[in-house]
Antibody, heavy 123, light 108 residues
Framework: QVQLVQSGAEVKKPGASVKVSCKAS????????ISWVRQAPGQGLEWMGW????????KYGQSLHDRLTLTTDTSTRTAHMELRGLRFDDTAIYFC????????????????WGQGTLVTVSP | EIVLTQSPGTLSLSPGKSGTLSCRAS???????LAWYQHKPGQAPRLLIY???SRATDIPDRFRGSGSGTDFILTIARLEPEDVAVYYC?????????FGQGTKVEIK
């Protein structure tokens, strides 16, 4: 079945970087983009960015674009999310999700999602 | 930038009853790119509805999406205890996704 499995929880100090991985299985990896979403404690879902898994072209949301890098490794069917200059308010659960949509059109909806990776920023 | 506003913040329903969740966009949107998700604590969000009214795989027909323009609705019929969750609407346009702030559904 289609599945996205994310790397484990991380604890980082302010100013550090974190890299979260998202390994895909059950479908042709390069046929679908991957998007990243986070949820801070007690908050809603915040879209972060997305990446074309075939050519590596990435687009970022306004709030994180200067600290966020999305990459993919087609040989391992894995997408990566790196966030630099961590701040306390980056403490959140980070999700990857496969982007599905209409043939010939960009964008769409997210299905399925990874299980989430908790990133804690703590002194 | 499109803003999605969901209401109510919390919806309390008795088991077996029906309820409606609202998602209002700050401007007219393409209904093909309006989706709904169910998010339970400790779990990954789950796609319920895409393209305003199409149910995702294995989603029971108790969940129904509708709407157009700026106003969209998720209707939950015959509420079951397993439906307790936060529900989010989402919209895509021009390489950007936006989520509403969510509606929490609880059992009365």
């Amino acid at each position: 079945q289609v599945q996205l499995v994310q790397s484990g929880a991380e604890v980082k100090k302010p100013g550090a970087s974190v890299k979260v991985s998202c390994k895909a299985s059950g479908y042709t990896f390069i046929d679908y983009e991957i998007s990243w979403v986070r949820q801070a404690p007690g908050q809603g879902l915040e879209w972060m960015g997305w990446i074309n898994t075939e050519n590596g072209d990435a687009k970022y949301g306004q709030s994180l674009h200067d600290r966020l890098t999305l990459t993919t490794d087609t040989s391992t069917r894995t997408a990566h999310m790196e966030l630099r200059g961590l701040r306390f308010d980056d403490t959140a659960i980070y999700f990857c999700a496969r982007v599905r949509g209409y043939a010939g059109y960009d964008g769409g909806w997210f299905d399925p999602w990874g299980q989430g990776t908790l990133v804690t920023v703590s002194p | 930038e499109i803003v999605l506003t969901q209401s109510p913040g919390t919806l309390s329903l008795s088991p077996g009853k029906s309820g409606t969740l609202s998602c209002r966009a700050s401007q007219t949107v393409d209904s093909n790119f309006l989706a709904w998700y169910q998010h339970k604590p400790g779990q990954a969000p789950r796609l319920l509805i895409y393209g305003t009214s199409s149910r995702a795989t294995d989603i029971p027909d108790r969940f129904r999406g509708s709407g157009s323009g700026t106003d969209f609705i998720l209707t939950i019929a015959r509420l079951e205890p397993e439906d307790v969750a936060v529900y989010y609407c989402q919209y895509y346009v021009d390489s950007v996704w936006t989520f509403g702030q969510g509606t929490k559904v609880e059992i009365k």
